[in-house]
C-alpha cells in the first residue's frame, strides 16, 4: 500500500483571486501564482515516498464563469511545474449532489484504488473545512492552511499552519 498527500489546489498551492465577493480559483495563467515555497514542500514530501494527488472542487465551470480549457491550462501548468502525480477536478455545483465534490471523498476513493492508498498513512492538506471534511470521511490525517474560520459541523484539523511549506518545516521529521 502506498501513502499519499492529498491537496487541495487553490489556497495551498496557488493563490486565489479576489472576485465576486469572495476568493475563487484563478481563471487564466496570467493570474496564476504558486506560493512561495510549494515547489520545496512537495519535493520533500515526494522524497519521503508521498504519491502527490492534487483533489479541487471547480464549480465555475459548471456554473458558466470560466471554461474548462481555462481550468485544463492552470492543472496543465501546476503538473509542469511541481512533482505532482495526479490532478482530480470535481467540476460540479452543490446542486448536483455528486459523490466527488468536497466534502465528500469520492475524489480520494477514485485515487485510492488507482494507487492503491494506505488512508491511515495518509493526508489531506487544505484551505477549507470541506477539504478537512473529506480526509476525515476517508481516515486521512488532515491539515488546514490559513485561518480559515467557518467549520459549521465539519471536523476540526489535526493540525493547523499558515502555508504548506510551514506545515512540512515544522511536521516533516513526524512523517
Known amino acids: 500500500m502506498n501513502k ?21 480559483a484563478p481563471y487564466s495563467l496570467e ?20 504519491l ?17 480549457e481555462r481550468v485544463t491550462e492552470v492543472n496543465n501548468k501546476l503538473e509542469s511545474l511541481l512533482p505532482l502525480d495526479e490532478i482530480k477536478a470535481c467540476f460540479h455545483t452543490d446542486k448536483d449532489d455528486c459523490s466527488c465534490r468536497k466534502p465528500r471523498p469520492g475524489m480520494l476513493e477514485e485515487a485510492q484504488k488507482k494507487w492503491m492508498i494506505d488512508f491511515s498513512q495518509s493526508f489531506m492538506i487544505g484551505d477549507n473545512f470541506t477539504d478537512i471534511a473529506a480526509g476525515a470521511a476517508v481516515g486521512c490525517r488532515t491539515v488546514l492552511i490559513g485561518s480559515a474560520t467557518n467549520q459549521g459541523g465539519f471536523p476540526s484539523p489535526h493540525y493547523q499552519a499558515e502555508s504548506l511549506y510551514k506545515w512540512v518545516e515544522n511536521c516533516l521529521m513526524e512523517l
Request: glycine residues 8%; proline residues 2%.
Open 4 to 24: 499519499a498527500i492529498f491537496l487541495d489546489r487553490d489556497g495551498v498551492l496557488n493563490k486565489t483571486i479576489f472576485r465576486m465577493g469572495k476568493e475563487r
Open 31 to 50: 493570474e496564476f501564482a504558486l506560493f512561495d515555497g510549494v515547489e520545496d514542500a512537495l519535493t520533500l514530501l515526494k522524497n519521503k515516498g508521498y
Open 52 to 68: 502527490l494527488i492534487v483533489v479541487t472542487n471547480q464549480p465555475d465551470v459548471a456554473r458558466g464563469w470560466v471554461e474548462m
